[in-house]
């Protein structure tokens, strides 16, 4: 059981625009923390997509967007693509845990 | 460029002791905190634990405060995971980080991946 919650899967046709949630509460998205999202396709590591809520590093299309909101964030995607098809992951800090870094559970992105 | 180099894949024995390492290059290891993150097969990640090159300051996970032992030798710009005694339930995908914090923070570099297999 993640502590954030992420919907195991998504899907969406190429060009459409897709979400993904990720669900906390007022211990780690809710006290303010930031959300980090990761891109991991299979068989590779992990790849920092969004972080602190909503910034893109360097080389990741405009496509990709967060948000967050009270205990909650989200990843929006659009203009779908077929190599978008991936796992994506949500990442913040929990206060009432000693646990520095916790993850959703992963939801993984099928392009029709 | 900015790289952390892990080392391979390992296959080992229950009881038996491990140590995989992780070298980072092209920045200034002593300034970032290495983590290490846990993916069973077909699972999601998980934090283990994490350490602070500059003078090796550690915090552990509570699930894993107690299996593991997170080192580093900054001479060579090195950070380690190590077991004593493996478990089955060890095999897993071992991936190092790089971030600027240690908690409230993104992970902006990741290791290649050491992939730890533990049968008998």
């Known amino acids: 059981q993640s502590v954030l919650t992420q919907p195991p899967s998504v899907s969406g046709a190429p060009g459409q625009r897709v979400t993904i949630s990720c669900t906390g509460n007022?211990?780690?998205?809710?006290?303010?923390?930031?959300v980090h999202w990761y891109q991991q396709f299979p068989g590779t590591a992990p790849k920092l997509l969004i972080y602190?809520?909503?910034n893109r590093p360097s080389g990741v299309p405009d496509r990709f967007s967060g948000s967050k909101s009270g205990t909650s964030a989200s990843l929006a995607i659009t203009g779908l693509l077929a190599e978008d098809e991936a796992h994506y992951y949500c990442q913040s800090h929990d206060s009432s845990l000693n646990i520095y870094w916790v993850f959703g559970g992963g939801t993984k992105l099928t392009v029709l | 460029e900015v790289q952390l180099v892990q080392s391979g894949a390992e296959v080992k024995k229950p009881g038996e002791s491990l140590k995989i390492s992780c070298k980072g290059s092209?920045?200034?290891?002593?300034?970032?905190?290495i983590g290490w993150v846990r993916q069973m097969p077909g699972k999601g990640l998980e934090w283990m634990g994490i350490i602070y090159a500059g003078d090796s300051d550690t915090t552990y996970s509570p699930s894993f405060q107690g299996q593991i032992t997170i080192s580093a030798d900054k001479s060579i710009t090195t950070a380690y995971l190590q077991w004593s005694s493996l478990k089955a339930s060890d095999t897993a995908m071992y991936y190092c980080?790089?971030?600027?914090?240690?908690?409230?923070?993104?992970?902006?570099?990741w290791g290649q991946g050491t992939l730890v297999t533990v049968s008998s």
């Open positions: 980080t790089r971030s600027i914090a240690a908690l409230d923070t993104s992970v902006d570099f």
């Open positions: 092209g920045y200034s290891f002593n300034d970032y905190w």
């Open positions: 602190d809520n909503h």
């Open positions: 007022s211990s780690n998205i809710g006290a303010g923390y930031d």
